[in-house]
């Protein structure tokens, strides 16, 4: 089956503790992308990568870190760095970049730091 | 500073009822305007506009665009409890390659 998949679906961890989020996509977009929620603020961008090895910040890139090593993964790292973590993160890819192709999500993973 | 505003934030109406869910947009270069409802997971794609004054449609929802009010609607007639979900609106660039989404609309509706 084509689409994207992250795990866990849920995740638990302590202040101070980087926690690294998965993203893999077997639909061959070029593009995928970071999405963090919170309730009331729809969406917003994390991180973008437009091809391998190449990625830009998006509008709240403080305290993430990404890779984009292969096509079809794009990891997010969430740092101690960031204050506050805690969120539904998303992720999602296109064929290219998004203002001309729409994207697809993927399930999402919620991250809860205590 | 590119942005994408919704209203109304949340709506309860009851099955049956006709909804229109309204999405304003300020986007350099803009190129597309989408439409995606969120239920408890991933927002799951309805609609791409490019083009002003042409309706899509999917059954009991349409959209259409407006670029002379830098607007659109989503409309939904004869709700259902299942079209409960958050409806998101985004808006693309040409320039950047991204998309600036709005804060979304919470529709309930109720038996």
């Known amino acids: 089956d084509g689409g994207i998949t992250q795990s866990p679906k849920y995740l638990f961890r302590k202040e101070g503790q980087n926690v690294t989020l998965s993203c893999e996509q077997n639909?061959?977009?070029?593009?995928m992308y970071w999405y963090r929620q919170d309730p009331g603020q729809g969406l917003r961008l994390i991180y973008y990568s437009q091809i391998v090895n190449d990625f830009q910040k998006g509008d709240i890139a403080e305290g993430y870190s990404v890779s984009r090593e292969k096509k079809e993964s794009f990891p997010l790292t969430v740092t101690s760095a960031q204050k506050n973590p805690t969120a539904f993160y998303l992720c999602?890819?296109?064929?290219?970049?998004?203002?001309?192709?729409?994207?697809?999500f993927g399930p999402g993973t919620r991250l809860t730091v205590t | 500073e590119d942005k994408v505003v919704q209203s109304p934030l949340s709506l309860v109406v009851h099955e049956g009822d006709t909804v229109t869910l309204n999405c304003s947009y300020e986007?350099?270069?803009?190129?597309?305007l989408l439409w995606y409802k969120q239920e408890k997971k991933a927002p799951t794609f309805l609609f791409m506009l490019t083009s002003s004054g042409i309706e899509k449609k999917s059954g009991r929802l349409s959209s259409i665009l407006d670029k002379k009010e830098l607007s659109s609607i989503l409309n939904i007639t004869a709700t259902q409890t299942g079209d409960s979900a958050i409806y998101l609106c985004?808006?693309?660039?040409?320039?950047?390659?991204?998309?600036?989404f709005g804060q979304g609309t919470t529709l309930q509706v109720k038996p």
């Open positions: 985004a808006s693309g660039s040409s320039n950047t390659g991204k998309l600036i």
């Open positions: 999602a890819s296109s064929i290219q970049l998004a203002g001309v192709y729409e994207q697809y």
């Open positions: 986007v350099t270069n803009f190129r597309s």
């Open positions: 639909l061959n977009h070029d593009a």
